[in-house]
């Protein structure tokens, strides 16, 4: 199976502020046969013109959308009420929140046929979602990051 390109999302996606976690959720979810509208992406993973979307969020959208679904961060002393709203849902999808784990660990999930969605700040210093399709050499594989690689 090969991986969608990003520039092959629906124009509604990529005309969207903040469209990364969008671009990242409708990427997998076409990698593995789910055919879904748009409008149901963007209010399985609760995205705002303001916020974008959480993670958590992101997590609990691909699991409502059918997807088997394991959420990994680190732990974060602020979160907002509406991202807090977010961990409550997740909460009752069952789905557990699970300490992060290393960067190897995530490409043996991938190497596993599992597409980890990575949560990085990017140059600017603003959060960007990518999926990660592996390692070439010391670069690794993010379809969102300029160029494909990081």
Wanted: aromatic share 8%; charged share 25%.
């Amino acid at each position: 199976m090969r991986f969608p390109e990003w520039r092959k999302a629906p124009a509604e996606i990529l005309g969207m502020d903040g469209h990364c976690g969008l671009i990242a959720a409708w990427s997998v979810l076409h990698y593995f046969g789910k055919r879904v509208s748009v409008s149901e992406i963007v209010s399985s993973c609760r995205h705002t013109k303001r916020y974008g979307l959480f993670s958590v969020d992101l997590a609990a959208g691909l699991t409502e959308l059918g997807l088997d679904v394991s959420f990994h961060s680190e732990k974060d002393d602020h979160i907002g009420g509406f991202e807090k709203r977010g961990y409550a849902r997740a909460r009752r999808l069952g789905i557990v929140v699970k300490p992060a784990v290393e960067l190897s660990v995530i490409l043996r999930e991938r190497r596993n046929g599992r597409v980890p969605i990575v949560l990085y700040d990017t140059a600017s210093e603003s959060g960007h979602f990518s999926p990660l399709l592996g390692r070439r050499g010391s670069l690794l594989r993010l379809s969102l990051a300029r160029g494909g690689t990081m």
